[in-house]
């Protein structure tokens, strides 16, 4: 059976670290004391090479010897500027929340996953949004994912995650009142949705001072250690999750 | 028999510039300004994930040589 090669993708990013790399040594050998130095300006590559697919993923093989027929990949990369770099990341500054990957790494394969980055969806909080301006037949066609997977995807989307609970610093974030335990600070995901979620500590609700959609600060009206806490944002979606303020942050 | 060892593309590109920089090029009253390569390269990636980028070793290739990429590229020399 004939070998799959390389992913591309995995080529590409190969030949941009290596250009950094290039562009640091240059960099630093100017430092050092060379008088003259050289910034790459820009850069292609014609790459004799076998191309094919497996699966969604794009692969190339070398071409070998004797080969005459490979194709030619031509590659052609610039430097750019600062604006451009921040014109062209705004979209991922503005991926609130966790990757696909994170929510989704194990209800869809790599494949499925890949699909959606495709489709221009890293996250989940674009996915919700997408969701909402155009259904989900949409997205399922334009990422060609099966719509009982998508639906499934899309149901775990929108329940609420903790992903983990540290007791609040002094920070002035709450009023601290004398006799009080300190706060907790709830981060997750889909924490809020829409109107005030409702939060147990331990079967006891507890007052929330602050919610925002990855984050929450809530105030027990006992102090607890240990234990576990359920955060309901809607009547039917709701999430419980242990934690333990003893151990040491990761 | 000796093999040549392979190198990392960005080891070759710099050795390549730096071999056009003379060693007071700042000194003198001509300098260069820009630098165009435009060369067959062995492209490989390596074990490790390196991408290894090679100008072709010096002798006749043969039908059992696999074809070289071709690398063109453009540097502009700024003071250091």
Partial sequence: MDEPGLPLE????????????????????????????????????DLRTHVGMSGSVVHIRPAGPGDAEASVIHLSLTTITRPMIEENTQSLESEKGPSVQEAFGDKLGADELRRLEWAGIRSVSQLRELQKDTGAEVIGRVSQLPIDRLRAALAAAAAPHVSHVVAAPDDGAAPATPGTPPPLRIRGWNLRDGGEPKVLIGGRPAAVLHASDTELLVQPDEHVAAGTLEVRTTPDLSVAASFDLTEEPT | MTTVPRLPLADTLVGLLESLVPERAAAG????????????????????????????????????????SRLTASFHAVQG
């Avoid at chain 2, 001509?30 to 994930?49: H, K, S, T």
Wanted: hydrophobic share 45%; proline share 5%; charged share 25%.
């Fill in chain 2, 29 to 68: 009253g001509i300098r260069l300004g820009d630098v165009r390569l435009a060369l067959p390269l062995e492209l490989r990636l390596a074990d490790d994930g390196r991408l290894l980028g090679n100008v072709s070793r010096w002798r006749w290739t043969t039908d059992f040589d696999a074809p070289p």
């Fill in chain 1, 10 to 45: 995995q080529f590409i990013q190969a030949l941009t670290s290596q250009l950094d790399r290039a562009q640091e040594t240059m960099a630093l050998k100017a430092r050092a004391g060379l008088p003259l130095t050289f910034a790459v300006k820009d850069l292609t590559i």
